[in-house]
Nanobody, 127 residues
Framework: QVRLVESGGGLVQTGGSLRLSCAAS????????MGWYRQAPGKQRELVAV???????NYGDSVKGRFTISRDNAKNTVYLQMNSLKPEDTAVYYC?????????????????????WGQGTQVTVSS
């Protein structure tokens, strides 16, 4: 079974920085993309940043230039460095792993990539 464990959320003042981490555990063979989404109260979940296994990076418009996503493929871990935080960045941040293939699938030759979500971590930016 694959689990995503997030850490690094908290309370920070406007203009401050936080670093989120998300580690995927389990018998993982590969993960196509890992990234972060966020959901503020009363709003839909939105893309923050995604990193593909091939090195591609994609950011939501509202965080471009302020947030940086990085990924350690060997550790199945993704990081989100958030700088110049604003009150509108306040949300629950969810880690996502898309296109996960387990070693059991590879050994069985029945590969069926799955998607997984973390439990979420709260980020609050005070004005």
């Amino acid at each position: 079974q694959v689990r995503l464990v997030e850490s690094g959320g908290g309370l920070v003042q406007t203009g401050g920085s936080l670093r989120l981490s998300c580690a995927a555990s389990g018998s993982i063979f590969s993960i196509n993309s890992m990234g972060w989404y966020r959901q503020a109260p009363g709003k839909q979940r939105e893309l923050v940043a995604v990193a593909t296994i091939g090195g591609g990076r994609n950011y939501g418009d509202s965080v471009k230039g302020r947030f940086t996503i990085s990924r350690d493929n060997a550790k199945n871990t993704v990081y989100l460095q958030m700088n110049s935080l604003k009150p509108e960045d306040t949300a629950v941040y969810y880690c996502n792993a898309e296109g996960v293939i387990t070693t059991a699938q590879v050994m069985s030759t029945k590969v069926s990539p799955n998607n997984y979500w973390g439990q979420g971590t709260q980020v609050t930016v005070s004005s």
